[in-house]
């Protein structure tokens, strides 16, 4: 990562001996900031919460993340699809609990969205939480 703007300049100097290459003066780095209910005042949460009830929710108590959080960071394109991947983008796991609070709640929304329980990872192939049922 932090060889990375240097490489940039060296791809731009290269693709612009072939090209005339100017800046666009229109354009807008960055992306737009995720909303996070664990930096909000209470008059903030409560109006969330009263027009979506899903910012009412909360699915990590110690992080203070809530369903809607969640829910976006699954919905994205390129969405989340194991519990560090929503880990990196809600800090759902993060708190003093260390997710024995919230686990439970992720692999229930999993579930809900079609997810099987064996197919549900921690980081990703080869690190399933389940694999099968003792009990029928």
Known sequence: MTA?????????????????????????????ALPHFAHWDDEE?????????????????????????????????????????????TRCGMGRCQGGFCTPRLVEI??????APEAICKRGAGSHLFYGRIKP
């Open 4 to 32: 990375a703007p240097a490489i940039a300049a060296l791809v731009v100097d290269m693709i612009g001996s072939a090209l005339d290459l100017r800046p666009n003066p229109g354009f807008q780095g960055g992306r737009p």
């Open 45 to 89: 949460r409560a109006r969330r919460a009263a027009a979506d009830s899903r910012w009412g929710e909360m699915i990590c108590r110690c992080e203070h993340v809530a369903r809607a959080e969640v829910d976006e960071a699954l919905a994205n394109p390129f969405g989340a699809r194991s519990l560090d991947a929503i880990k990196r983008r």
């Open 110 to 115: 999993l579930e809900a969205r079609g997810a």
